[in-house]
T-cell receptor
Framework: KQEVTQIPAALSVPEGENLVLNCSFT??????LQWFRQDPGKGLTSLLL?????REQTSGRLNASLDKSSGRSTLYIAASQPGDSATYLC???????????FGSGTRLLVRP | DTEVTQTPKHLVMGMTNKKSLKCEQH?????MYWYKQKAKKPPELMFV???????INESVPSRFSPECPNSSLLNLHLHALQPEDSALYLC??????????????FGPGTRLTVL
């Protein structure tokens, strides 16, 4: 059974810092891995999707990497801003299943 | 347009009520999803529709009844719910690819409270 773990559960950093969020999964037979952002009481916003054959994806200040063999992904946020404060969720889609399995998320607070 | 809309935003219902949640997308996506999210927990998949047919039911109690009237609409009919069903209900959609799906786009959710 696939299990997705995110570390740390919460993170507080001063504005301007570069930071890394971690995601690990136990079953490497994934189709893709997605990173989402969720603001309190809101829906999820897709940030990056990495196909299982890819190693990384970049969008603006965000860079996500995937090491399928070791079951790890990282989300790198450069030059963090208070507006980046949110919960960040990673989710894996298993091969041919449509089913996303989510980690528990990392709550990020960027202090002005 | 990458928007998934959900109505209502908030819903309060008694245990004997019947209500429905609605979800709509106009991105031409052929996979649509219902998720349930409890406070401070990740979303949990409830149902998946693919090409308007139910393809996954994650052993959800029958008091939740999904319906996909057409490729743009997804409903969740609620009947005889319990207080523990109070949660944020999220709808999502995605394009299908051979062997899997593309990015899932989520709606803002319906905050449901069962009294």
């Amino acid at each position: 059974k696939q299990e997705v773990t995110q570390i740390p559960a919460a993170l507080s950093v001063p504005e301007g810092e570069n930071l890394v969020l971690n995601c690990s999964f136990t079953d490497s037979a994934i189709y893709n891995l997605q990173w989402f952002r969720q603001d309190p009481g809101k829906g999820l916003t897709s940030l990056l999707l990495i196909q299982s054959s890819q190693r990384e994806q970049t969008s603006g200040r965000l860079n996500a990497s995937l090491d399928k063999s070791s079951g790890r992904s990282t989300l790198y946020i450069a030059a963090s801003q208070p507006g980046d404060s949110a919960t960040y969720l990673c989710a894996v889609e298993m091969d041919s299943s449509y089913k996303l399995i989510f980690g528990s998320g990392t709550r990020l607070l960027v202090r002005p | 347009d990458t928007e998934v809309t959900q109505t209502p935003k908030h819903l309060v219902m008694g245990m004997t009520n019947k209500k429905s949640l609605k979800c709509e997308q106009h991105m031409g996506h052929r996979a649509m999803y219902w998720y349930k999210q409890k406070a401070k927990k990740p979303p949990e998949l409830m149902f998946v529709y693919s090409y308007e047919k139910l393809s996954i039911n994650e052993s959800v109690p029958s008091r939740f009844s999904p319906e996909c009237p057409n490729s743009s609409l997804l409903n969740l009919h609620l009947h005889a719910l319990q207080p523990e069903d109070s949660a944020l209900y999220l709808c999502a959609s995605s394009q299908e690819r051979s062997g899997g799906t593309d990015t899932q786009y989520f709606g803002p959710g319906t905050r449901l409270t069962v009294l």
